[in-house]
């Protein structure tokens, strides 16, 4: 485990640091002291971070984030360095994001060359991608890739736990991102995740605002947010902000500390997918449990069928420069 200067901290009175990158806000007041992410300590009057480096460095298509209306068919060379500000119960990567919380997992990842990884990149045509343990603890590394070559194109795949200080310095190193909305209810995301999600509804909102293209994921869990109320409360947040954010419906596994519950059926997806365009969403998706119905992309307004997918990537691609070529209607998103 290598640790590596981190930026996003402040001193503050009685010889203490602020970490400033997530809301949790961590006072460090002794060296060594380690944040509720644990992949942040103080050193001396600073902070370091473990997260220039990465546990995986995949090939993946960029549906695999998932990302439907950006950039279809593209290559995305993923990173991940264990660690995670959140606590979700159902994490099913909770052997990287849960490093430091629990005894047996240890430390996965090494140390990042930037020139190397922005070679590989543009070697494979690829964009670079954030995905599997939370992006934003890897803020400096985003960064410095962001800054090195400006022909590379970044994307996260967060929970979107990041305070307004922080999000200001990355939006400009970032093109597009699939943001995780478990619930809009605080006691629920609260018991879920050990974090409020005000901060995340306060992000949401600020990352379509500064162009950065936008689409949203949610588990749906049975006995804790599949009910109506709860999924048509977050279908109407992410409709409030716009209708053509794209909404990825996932089928919960039972894993981590809620291997208890059963998985969503088939049945309670297809009608959250009804639900969500009654609420007036545009674009709703369920990649596996719905068949290739749920993962294809129709015309909202003729109907025809214009993107189709398989589980692994995109299939066949209809559009012409972003427009329906049977009635015209342009289709929001990065083509």
Known sequence: MQWTKASFYQPQKHDRLLCRLCPHACVFTTDKAVGLCQVRRRHGQCLET????????????????????????????????????LRCRYCQNYRLSQFGRLPEIGWQAK???????????????????????????????????????????IIWKTNGFLTAAARQQLVPCLAAINLDLKTINQ????????????????????????????????????????????????????????????????????????????????????????????VGLKYVYVERALGPSGRNTGCPQCHRELISRTIWGIQHNRLNQGHCPDCGLKIPGRW
């Not at 494979?124 to 410095?144: C, N, V």
């Open 50 to 85: 473990a997260t220039f480096a990465t546990a995986v460095q995949n090939l993946d298509a960029i549906e695999r984030k998932p990302l439907y209306h950006y950039k279809p068919g593209a290559k995305v060379l993923t990173l991940a360095a264990p660690g995670c500000q």
């Open 111 to 153: 140390p990042v060359d930037i020139q190397s990884l922005i070679a590989t990149a543009l070697n494979q045509q690829a964009m670079i991608g954030f995905s599997y343990s939370e992006p934003s603890l890897a803020a400096e590394l985003t960064l410095a890739l962001a800054q090195a070559d400006q022909r590379l194109e």
């Open 187 to 278: 006691q629920q995301h609260v018991a879920l995740t050990g974090a409020p999600v005000k901060p995340i509804l306060a992000n949401l909102r600020a990352f379509y605002q500064a162009g950065i293209w936008l689409e949203i994921s949610t588990p749906i869990i049975p006995e804790i947010n599949a009910d109506t109320d709860s999924l048509q409360q977050i279908a109407a947040t992410i409709y409030a902000i716009s209708p053509d954010i794209p909404w990825h419906l996932l089928r919960f596994t039972p894993e981590f500390q809620l291997r208890h519950l059963p998985p969503t059926s088939p049945a309670l997806l297809n009608q959250a997918v009804q639900m969500a365009h009654q």
